[in-house]
């Protein structure tokens, strides 16, 4: 067995690239002819020539083009939609609710030339803006607006964003969305406490209002059997067959002729009257003044 071992193997023997390496870049760029300035734009880049350092007017499209190997230079610029996470952001709402926030931006590039010269990397400064745009606008928002105006939140932070970055670096927002927001464990507990308090609240006024109904409609109906008689002796009836009907119960039933109520009735409401035609006519004592002597 040769001691020496295998010859280059180094630090990289056992090192196995991930399935998703990606592939290490071949010198000489675009082979044989990268070198004679032939250049392969794919669909979703742009390109943009640099010559002696300054950038060249018109952009180059998709498909293969050529510029001067030895004065010229192509930088692609990729116009895919890029999408972007915002870190989560420790805030506190205008109501003075601590609570952290993080949100997802979707943005790509409109304008390479902008995008390449005017900042250095666009990518880095999108999300710096983004955070800090984040911090500003859940700062003058309430807590109750950020849980429920989910999507007018995500409207004003891509206006924040795409503010100071369309026109000056070429990078257009396409959407903004709040991802998660995170509360404080008390104030979870309030807010439960809270909504239980309006649950018994609203379920008190509905009980409430069908007393009310119930005592209207019982109104109602207490007029209805005055206006005949006859009819409360049906609904006793009807209420003695209905409670007959559970078997729980023993009832000793006495049939009284309605005529005899009609009876008894009339002459109590004579007798009434009697008495108060007596109280009338009883005379009222006379108090007669003596006028005393000088």
Do not use: C
Request: net charge positive.
């Amino acid at each position: 067995m040769w001691a020496g071992g295998i010859p280059g193997a180094g630090s990289r023997a056992g090192a196995v690239p991930g399935p998703r390496s990606p592939p290490e870049p071949k010198p000489g760029g675009d082979g044989l002819a990268g070198m004679f300035g032939f250049k392969i734009i794919r669909q979703y880049e742009r390109g943009v020539v640099f010559r002696w350092g300054r950038a060249l007017p018109g952009i180059r499209e998709p498909g293969l083009t050529w510029v001067n190997p030895f004065t010229d230079r192509l930088r692609k610029v990729n116009m895919q939609i890029t999408v972007a996470a915002v870190p989560g952001q420790e805030t506190m709402t205008r109501d003075n609710v601590t609570m952290r926030v993080d949100a997802v931006v979707y943005y790509r590039v409109v304008d390479p030339v902008k995008a390449i010269v005017n900042v250095q990397d666009y990518g880095f400064a999108v999300a710096q803006v983004a955070q800090t745009s984040l911090r500003a606008v859940t700062g003058r928002s309430d807590m109750d607006r950020l849980l429920s105006e989910r999507e007018k939140v995500n409207a004003e932070l891509k206006d924040v964003i795409d503010e100071p970055t369309e026109q000056p670096w070429g990078i257009r927002v396409e959407r903004v969305e709040v991802k998660d927001v995170s509360l404080p464990e008390a104030t979870k507990r309030s807010m439960s406490r809270q909504a239980e308090a309006e649950r018994e609240r609203r379920a008190r006024i509905i009980g409430a209002d069908g007393e009310y109904q119930a005592a209207r409609k019982l109104a109602q109906a207490a007029s209805v059997l005055a206006a005949d008689p006859a009819a409360v002796q049906l609904r006793l009836l009807q209420t003695v067959a209905e409670v007959a009907a559970e078997k729980n119960s023993s009832f000793i039933f006495v049939p009284v002729p309605v005529e005899v109520l009609r009876f008894l009735d009339r002459a109590a409401s004579a007798a009434g009257r009697a008495h108060r035609s007596a109280g009338q006519a009883r005379p009222q004592p006379v108090v007669q003044a003596e006028a005393g002597q000088d």
